[in-house]
């Protein structure tokens, strides 16, 4: 279950990647402006003062998720993004940190492109950080007993499915799309105590903690405060860098020369 409040606790480090990719999206009026995994809805309400006057769209499979936007005065609905299908006004469709739970994403983008009206963009960001030390230590802990039998089900590889750029690069272009595509690696400055595990609690660590009971979820916790905090020592003045990798995807449709085929 996604936990809006935990979700939150680092807001403003992962709003930062959002405001960086809309200011890539190049329309200057929208009619119609969807966000797909809207999440608690903060960064919905943005996109309703970048274009005023459009009618906002959001979307989230989280039915937590989705009761928090709506108490920010957004009118999300819970769905699956796999399902979704743009409405003939929609000029703008924005996915931050969301796609990469849907394996077949990039199939999805180009539905989308074949679907939306010439001249409307697209814009999505997508962690590539699957290969760091902190999921590296979620999934070994996760073969230990108590856990493997437990989890044995979960998508731990959900993150690989996140491609190159140049693959959404091409994918896109390929479709007929003027593209933007580029990817960054933050270095967030964390404070606290064991601020990596509380960051990757309300994302990483949720399909875990779905799957055990208090006792046990504390027990993972405990176990893995150690394994992450060799990965992520803290400097000595309290504050622990978290490197984390972004892919950023923003084309606009029909602006490029689709490839015959």
Known sequence: MWDPDVYLAFADHRSRPFYDLVSRVGAERARRVVDLGCGPGHLTKYLARRWPGAVIEALDSSPEMVAAARERGIEATTGDLRDWKPKPDTDVVVSNAALHWVPEHADLLVRWVNQLPAGSWIGAQLPGNFETPSHAAVRALARREPYAKIMRDIP??????????????????????????????????????????????????????????????????????PLLDDAYPPRPDGTTIFPFRRVFIVAEVGGGQRSPG
């Open 156 to 225: 731990f590889r959900v993150g690989a499915v996140v491609h190159p750029p140049t693959h959404y690069a091409d994918l896109l272009m390929d479709a007929g799309c003027r593209v933007d595509v580029w990817e960054t690696t933050y270095l967030h400055q964390l404070t606290g105590a064991h601020p990596v595990l509380e960051w990757i609690t309300g994302t990483a660590l949720v399909p875990v903690r779905e799957r055990l009971d208090k006792e046990g979820w504390e027990r993972f916790r405990n176990e893995l405060i």
